[in-house]
């Protein structure tokens, strides 16, 4: 597998906490994302980054925030948590552009808003 | 926008017997073809690509055709084995945003 980790792997949380998983890679790209993974939907995009400070939504963006201050290190926060963002998320990193690069995935975090 | 349409979403094969998933998408601008397998609580993993300057690519029991005047691309997996059983996703990268849509999903069970 890629240099790509999660944390925490597992957390259960209360609704209306913020929350904050971390993504970490030691492979030096350029491209991290967020995705979640829920029955039905397969994986969502949340948001991703193209370069430290830069970031962008996905398609389902909403109650999510991220930051990127670090080439190897991709954050993302909800804000508030609700029970509709109980689900697993997984970040993936790529070389480049996705249009040219596969992405690898890291080993995901389930989490559960109770 | 990108869509992504994946079919089945369940398949059983016997075990030896060939497999087929289909993606169909609507942006023509599109050039790259992945197909990912994740297996039961593991990660996705990238099983084969292709791009489109060609219509067909194989790896040992495992193809991804594509047809890019009907925009579909396809995963066949002959000599279907237990180790097959996992779900499947095809994904479409959009290199005018960086954004890659994925297809639902297929789950795959190999019957003995």
């Given amino acids: ?114 | 926008g990108e869509n992504v349409e994946q079919h089945p979403s369940t398949l059983s094969v016997q075990e030896g017997d060939s497999a087929v998933i289909k993606c169909t998408y609507s942006d023509s601008a599109s050039n790259y073809f992945p197909w990912y397998k994740q297996e039961l609580g593991k990660r996705p993993q990238l099983i084969i690509d292709i791009r489109s300057n060609v219509g067909e690519k194989k790896d040992q029991r495992i193809a991804v055709t594509l047809n890019k005047t009907a925009k579909h691309f396809s995963l066949h997996i002959t000599e279907t084995q237990p180790e097959d059983s996992a779900v499947y996703f095809c994904a479409i990268p959009r290199g005018r945003d960086d954004k890659i849509i994925f297809g639902k999903g297929t789950r795959l069970h190999i019957l003995p």
Wanted: hydrophobic content about 25%; glycine content about 8%; proline content about 4%.
């Fill in chain 1, 1 to 114: 597998d890629a240099g790509i980790t999660q944390s925490p792997r597992h957390k259960v949380t209360e609704t209306g906490t913020p929350v904050t998983l971390r993504c970490h890679q030691t492979e030096n790209h350029r491209y991290m994302y967020w995705y979640r993974q829920d029955p039905g939907h397969g994986l969502r995009l949340i948001h991703y980054s193209y370069g430290v400070k830069d970031t962008d939504k996905g398609e389902v963006s909403d109650g999510y925030s991220v930051s990127r201050s670090k080439t190897e290190d991709f954050l993302l926060t909800l804000e508030s948590a609700t029970s509709s963002q109980t689900s697993v998320y997984f970040c993936a990193i790529s070389e480049s552009s996705p249009e040219l690069y596969e992405q690898y995935f890291g080993p995901g975090t389930r989490l559960t808003v109770t």
